[in-house]
């Protein structure tokens, strides 16, 4: 028997390494797949886009927010793999009544390590785990050198009507600064409403906008562009920017290229 303690401080108690796991987080999804654990993933939500394969092959148990606890009951899980701001709290604790629930919590890079490390010993797989560590670590150490070119004040866009952006206690506000970016919307929390007007004072080098969870598209680029005359409006990966798996590995390539654009 092996006891873990999760992201939140909460206890984990395995027996044997799991064989029979659930993830509810799309970028922890793909980190299993990573890890190589295709034969022990038997469920994954609707948002859980990579790989593809697991999209046709896995079971779908509803999605992030609202998932089908009688359906992953069904699947007999020995572990389940949650986090603390994309799941509900008072179905992860009806989920706790019948298997182990790991909980995640990622708010910067240093958090997202950690995580892949935990991740690698709570399935047997800490070797793989650390050598995605290690890449990432050395991709990002990278990026470190080209952010300090220049630094650009930006607004980063998730959300049409009303616009939302992001506030200087998440993830993405991390990888923002990592870029060499000022957020200016640093001191705000989570994903804040904002207007048009406050977009206007804060006086933005760049507005990002995000390919998700809002699909931006060009023509909300050329709408934006219309308003800002004076910012770069620019498109962006969204899953470069908040996925805190194993996607870190190409995302801090692109960072770098993105902060070479905005020079």
């Not at 295709?38 to 790989?51: A, E, L, M």
């Not at 927010?65 to 179905?91: C, F, G, M, R, Y």
């Not at 952010?147 to 009303?162: A, D, E």
């Not at 993830?171 to 000022?182: P, S, T, V």
Request: proline residues 4%.
């Amino acid at each position: 028997m092996s006891i873990f303690i999760d992201q939140i401080g909460g206890k984990v108690v395995l027996g044997d390494p799991p064989q029979r796991i659930i993830s509810l987080v799309p970028s922890i999804t793909e980190l299993l797949f990573d890890l190589g654990l295709q034969n022990k993933v038997v469920g994954i939500t609707k948002f859980c886009i990579h790989p593809d394969a697991w999209c046709r092959m896995k079971t779908r148990v509803g999605g992030t927010k609202n998932v089908n606890t009688d359906l992953i009951a069904s699947l007999h899980p020995d572990l389940i793999i949650a986090n603390k701001e994309e799941n509900v709290k008072e179905q992860i604790e009806q989920l706790q009544n019948f298997a182990p629930v790991w909980v995640s919590d990622v708010s910067n890079l240093e958090d997202a390590v950690k995580m892949i490390h935990q991740i690698g010993e709570l399935t047997a797989t800490s070797t793989k785990a650390k050598e995605i560590v290690e890449t990432i670590e050395g991709n990002f150490r990278l990026l470190a050198g080209t952010s300090n070119m220049n630094r650009r004040t930006v607004c980063y866009l998730i959300w049409q009507h009303p616009y939302m952006t992001v506030g200087g206690d998440t993830f993405i506000h991390d990888m923002l600064q990592r870029c060499g970016f000022e957020n200016v919307f640093a001191h705000s929390l989570r994903y804040p409403e904002v207007s048009v007007e406050q977009i206007a004072t804060a006086g933005c080098d760049a507005i990002l906008l995000s390919s998700e969870p809002y699909p931006f598209k060009q023509q909300h680029a050329e709408e934006l562009q219309k308003i800002f005359t004076k910012s770069s409006i620019k498109l962006v990966d969204g899953e470069m920017f908040s996925w805190y798996g194993s996607r870190l590995i190409p995302a801090a390539s692109y960072l770098q290229n993105l902060v070479k654009e905005l020079i």
